[in-house]
C-alpha cells in the first residue's frame, strides 16, 4: 500500500509464492494507470498498464485489476522469482501527462 | 527502438556550486519530456516537463531551471546548489499526443551536494 513516511511498507513473501501490491490513487478523473519496478540504483520499469474503461489487465505472470469506487489499484505477480525484488509504485495519468506517483512498495522475496 | 540517457549517473558537487544535468532520447521525434527527483523512501516528484523546443512547465518552484535546446535534448541546472538538492533525478519521456502513455525513464543521476 502506500507509505508513511520516509519508510516504504515492504512485502517479503517466498519464492514461487504470488504477491499482490496494493496502491491507492487519489484523483477519480484519472484515466490511465501504470504499475512501475524499480530496482535500486536505476530508473523504474514499466511493468503493466490498464485504462480507466478496463477493471483487470494481465501481461506475463502479472495481473493489474483497477477498482475505481474505491480508486484502488493492485498487481499481483504470479510464482515470485528473487529477481522480482524492487520497490513497486503505480502511476495515475490524466490527460496524458503524469499527476502522481504513489510512494512505492518494497518487495523482498526469499529463497 | 527508443532510447534515453541520462548523464553523468552520479555526481557530487559543493554547496553553491552551479548543476547541469543532461538527457537526451533516441528513436522517437517530439517527445513529452520531463524531470523527475526522487527522495530516499519517497515518490517521484515532478519538477519540470516539456511538450516541445523551449517550452517548459514547472511544477515545483525552486532554485533549479529546464531547457530544451532540440527536440530531443532537456538539460536540468541550477545556478547554485542548496544541501537540499540531493537527490535522485530521472529524466523521462513519453510519446506526444497520445492521451495517456507509459513514461519511459532513463537511469537517473545520483546528486549529493556537500
Known amino acids: 500500500g502506500e507509505s508513511v513516511g520516509l519508510h516504504l511498507p515492504t512485502l517479503s513473501v517466498q519464492e514461487g509464492d504470488n504477491s499482490i501490491i496494493n496502491c491507492a490513487y487519489s484523483?477519480?478523473?484519472?484515466?490511465?494507470f501504470i504499475w512501475y519496478k524499480q530496482e535500486s540504483g536505476k530508473g523504474p520499469q514499466f511493468i503493466i498498464d490498464i485504462r480507466s474503461n478496463m477493471d483487470k489487465r494481465q501481461g506475463q505472470r502479472v495481473t493489474v485489476l483497477l477498482n475505481k469506487t474505491v480508486k484502488h489499484l493492485s498487481l499481483q505477480i504470479a510464482a515470485t522469482q528473487p529477481g522480482d525484488s524492487a520497490v513497486y509504485f503505480c502511476a495515475e495519468i490524466y490527460s496524458g501527462y503524469a499527476l502522481n506517483f504513489g510512494k512505492g512498495t518494497s518487495l523482498l522475496v526469499t529463497p | 527502438s527508443q532510447t534515453i540517457h541520462q548523464w553523468p549517473a552520479t555526481l557530487v558537487q559543493p554547496v553553491g556550486s552551479p548543476l547541469s544535468l543532461e538527457c537526451t532520447v533516441e528513436?522517437?521525434?517530439?517527445?513529452?519530456l520531463y524531470w523527475y527527483r526522487q527522495a530516499a523512501g519517497r515518490g517521484l516528484q515532478l519538477l519540470f516537463y516539456?511538450?516541445?523546443?523551449?517550452?517548459i512547465s514547472s511544477e515545483v518552484p525552486q532554485n533549479l531551471s529546464a531547457s530544451r535546446p532540440q527536440d530531443r535534448q532537456f538539460i536540468l541546472s541550477s545556478k547554485k546548489l542548496l544541501l537540499s538538492d540531493s537527490g535522485f533525478y530521472l529524466c523521462?519521456?513519453?510519446?506526444?499526443?497520445?492521451?495517456?502513455?507509459?513514461?519511459?525513464f532513463g537511469n537517473g543521476t545520483r546528486l549529493t551536494v556537500t
Open positions: 484523483n477519480s478523473a484519472s484515466d490511465y
Open positions: 528513436g522517437t521525434s517530439n517527445p513529452n
Open positions: 516539456s511538450v516541445g523546443i523551449g517550452q
Open positions: 523521462a519521456w513519453s510519446p506526444l499526443g497520445q492521451g495517456g502513455s507509459p513514461l519511459h
